[in-house]
């Protein structure tokens, strides 16, 4: 009679969010810690830090650089929409069901800071189609080196919407926050 295998042990998996304590994980930002109640970091999941990961290399192909971005484009553009207020509806799905569910309270619109900022428009687009994007252009005075206004192309009704930022390097972006060249409504 043929004895019975021992059948061999899994393979140990250190890897994910829930195998090691917070303090063990790596992290994609320069700090977890923030500053300010209006700002917030997108959750440091493997996927996030090996999208960063392969940005960051010297060895990167510019192709694969910009797919990457792109990708970290969207989950930023995601998570921001995930901010934005919702109401309940009640939908009917095809099969006669009520399924209860969320839409956005309200309208949107993306201002581009040119020109890095221009980046992040496919992004938004992917995720919002028909949203209306707006442009401005803000450079440091040479003489006072204060940030100045000098251009700027906004949605209209800009006042009525939710405005996602957007500026990938949150350089200029912050001097709008800190110092708008604007008025700034508040929803």
């Not at 994980?25 to 109640?37: L, Q, R």
């Not at 309940?88 to 619109?109: A, D, H, S, W």
Request: charged share 20%; aromatic share 6%; with cysteine.
């Amino acid at each position: 009679m043929a004895e019975n295998p021992t059948p061999a042990s899994a393979p140990t998996q250190c890897v994910g969010p829930s195998f090691r304590p917070v303090a063990d994980k790596p992290s994609a930002t320069v700090s977890a810690v923030v500053s300010s109640d209006n700002v917030y970091v997108l959750p440091q999941t493997p996927q996030l830090i090996a999208l960063l990961s392969m940005i960051r290399n010297k060895d990167t192909e510019r192709a694969d650089f910009i797919f990457y971005s792109n990708r970290i484009i969207r989950l930023l553009v995601e998570e921001g929409l995930n901010h934005l207020p919702v109401i309940e509806k009640n939908i009917t799905t095809p099969v006669g069901r009520t399924y209860n569910g969320l839409m956005f309270q309200g309208k949107i619109c993306g201002v581009s800071i040119m020109r890095a900022g221009e980046a992040m428009e496919q992004g938004l687009r992917d995720c919002c189609r028909s949203v209306r994007i707006g442009k401005i252009l803000i450079q440091r005075d040479e003489d006072t080196a204060l940030p100045k206004l000098f251009y700027d192309k906004l949605p209209e009704d800009i006042a009525n919407r939710w405005v996602l930022l957007l500026d990938p390097m949150f350089a200029t972006g912050i001097i709008i926050l800190l110092h708008p060249p604007v008025p700034r409504c508040v929803h």
